[in-house]
């Protein structure tokens, strides 16, 4: 209710249009729908600038999949129906991932709505990926955190089909389980749960490669797809890319900044023991700032992380009186994304 009631406000003033939810499906929903309409290309296609869909894993299309076959619904709708249905699951995941120090319903309602108001909601509600993969991060630490090994493996497996950064997840596993070790491994000790949910971890992105393979020929096509995207840049130097963000101005340098917030949010998450979200926040931060594209969707890459919101809860538990400054701005600036994603701005993609 909250994104249709302002995308209508949005087209009393601008180039903003709204024709219904199906509106809501642009950019990378778009590519997400060629995948559903004709499975993934053998080839990039010239008339789109040497692009093909393969940088678009395949987890979130399959969960359209359901909605579109089994009530014959139209492959835009398709695909902001399952955004907005894992959205309920991202808020889910994020309170059992914070279930340690939400002690009250209180907190956890608090907890929630760091998810519910991010402020880029929009992209919880326009075809694509990122609150199926903000749930399913958020559920594999929780599931590491209840030494739940195979089951967190399963996850980890489906989070490295949903987007190529899952797979870093591997390592804030290896990183939990020499924790719990007192980081003196030892292997005449070792679980064997421990290791089957390890060799899980990174198995999506496996199969997704193998079949990129047979398909097109290259395994790791999903990655070097990212260069014509980028206009033909290859990766850059993430901390070059970090200070050219912050020297320049307007977007860029809000960018830059959130970027910087990442970070700092990482070392944060080192100092309080958990080196495991620390890690992941950090690696999935510096290899979209190393793409060429860089800093575009940077700010995505960063809001719809769960250690980093993670990061925010603690510091809000801390300081109370924030909350009402924090939930102004994250519901302000998800009302100005939602208004100029229907303007047609690209710097929102």
Not at 239 to 262: D, I, N, Q, T
Not at 307 to 336: C, D, E, K, Q
Request: proline share 4%.
């Amino acid at each position: 209710m909250f994104v249709t009631g302002v995308a209508r406000i949005a087209t009393w003033e601008g180039n903003a249009s709204y024709a219904g939810v199906t509106s809501l499906c642009r950019w990378d929903c778009g590519w997400y729908g060629t995948v559903l309409e004709r499975g993934y290309d053998k080839a990039p296609h010239r008339e789109q600038g040497g692009c093909a869909n393969w940088g678009f894993h395949p987890l979130f299309p399959l969960t359209a999949y359901l909605l579109q076959h089994s009530l014959k619904l139209s492959i835009p709708l398709s695909l902001v129906l399952a955004s907005k249905a894992e959205l309920l699951f991202a808020i889910y995941s994020f309170l059992l991932m914070v279930s340690g120090q939400a002690k009250t319903t209180v907190h956890l309602f608090q907890a929630g709505s760091l998810v519910a108001f991010n402020p880029y909601l929009i992209y919880a509600h326009a075809g694509y990926a990122e609150p199926l993969y903000f749930g399913l991060v958020a559920f594999a630490f929780y599931l590491a955190s209840q030494q739940q090994w195979i089951a967190t493996g399963i996850t980890a497996a489906l989070l490295s089909a949903a987007r190529v950064v899952g797979v870093l997840f591997s390592i804030s596993y290896v990183l939990i389980w020499l924790r719990d070790m007192g980081w003196r491994p030892s292997w005449r000790k070792c679980d064997p749960a421990r290791l089957i949910g390890l060799l899980l971890c990174p198995l999506g992105t496996a199969v997704y490669m193998l079949y990129l393979y047979r398909q097109s020929g290259d395994a790791l096509a999903q990655i070097h797809i990212h260069v014509a995207f980028a206009d033909g840049k290859s990766s850059v130097n993430p901390l070059s890319m970090l200070w050219m963000s912050l020297a320049a101005h307007h977007w860029f340098r809000v960018w830059g900044a959130m970027s910087l917030a990442g970070l700092v949010a990482s070392a944060w998450l080192f100092k309080l023991r958990k080196p495991e979200l620390g890690l992941y926040l950090a690696l999935a931060i510096f290899i979209p700032l190393s793409a060429g594209f860089a800093p575009y969707g940077m700010a995505r890459y960063i809001w719809w992380q769960p250690p980093f919101l993670y990061m925010i809860y603690y510091v809000l538990r801390r300081h109370a009186a924030w909350w009402s400054v924090y939930l102004a701005f994250a519901s302000g600036m998800a009302s100005f994304m939602i208004v100029e994603w229907f303007s047609g701005h690209n710097f929102v993609v």
